[in-house]
């Protein structure tokens, strides 16, 4: 009546159900934390260039941005953060789209790592190549975003607690940066 292989079955069973009764209190005691930080960025420096892009051999802007980041994470590492993904990115918007978004950086902070990041003049680490030749003399909004990945539940992705806007040049730019 009750074989070996019953009782292995239920006590597999049995193991299950508390794991997965232990996930979802870690994903309940950190779903409703806010994970939001003060972020500082500066823009020190932006050059708009007009190049003609790989394979296409249309010519295209490109733009170099030097930034500096400023961030304290302590508060978002809990017993639940694995490790954030953090991410600076450019939006701006063109007369053939509402909405350009565009990476221009990421980093990754594992559990154990220094949770502070203090980035000063580094340049932009992804290309930042319009789809035509609309940067010149837009609007730019630049600002941090990361996602949480925890060991058990949501996948958090949080907007930055500090952006900045601000006007790129009216003409190319012709120096190296």
């Not at 996602?147 to 058990?152: D, E, M, S």
């Amino acid at each position: 009546m009750n074989t070996i292989l019953a009782r292995l079955n239920a006590l597999f069973a049995f193991s299950l159900s508390v794991t997965a009764a232990v996930a979802f209190a870690c994903f309940l005691t950190t779903n409703f934390l806010d994970y939001t930080q003060k972020v500082d960025i500066d823009v020190n420096k932006v050059v708009i260039k007009n190049m003609e892009e790989f394979y296409v051999g249309d010519r295209h802007d490109l733009g170099h941005i030097i930034f500096t980041l400023k961030a304290n994470f302590t508060p978002v590492f809990n017993w639940n953060c694995k490790e954030l993904f953090l991410y600076l990115m450019a939006e701006y918007e063109t007369p053939q789209n509402k909405l350009n978004q565009v990476v221009l950086w990421d980093h990754i902070i594992n559990r154990g790592e220094n949770p502070v990041v203090n980035i000063r003049k580094r340049s932009n680490k992804y290309y930042f190549f319009d789809d035509g030749a609309f940067l010149r003399g837009n609007k730019l909004q630049i600002s941090l975003h990361w996602n949480i990945i925890p060991n058990a539940g949501y996948l958090w992705r949080v907007p930055g607690g500090g952006s900045i806007a601000l006007d790129l040049p009216e003409s190319y730019g012709t120096s190296r940066i």
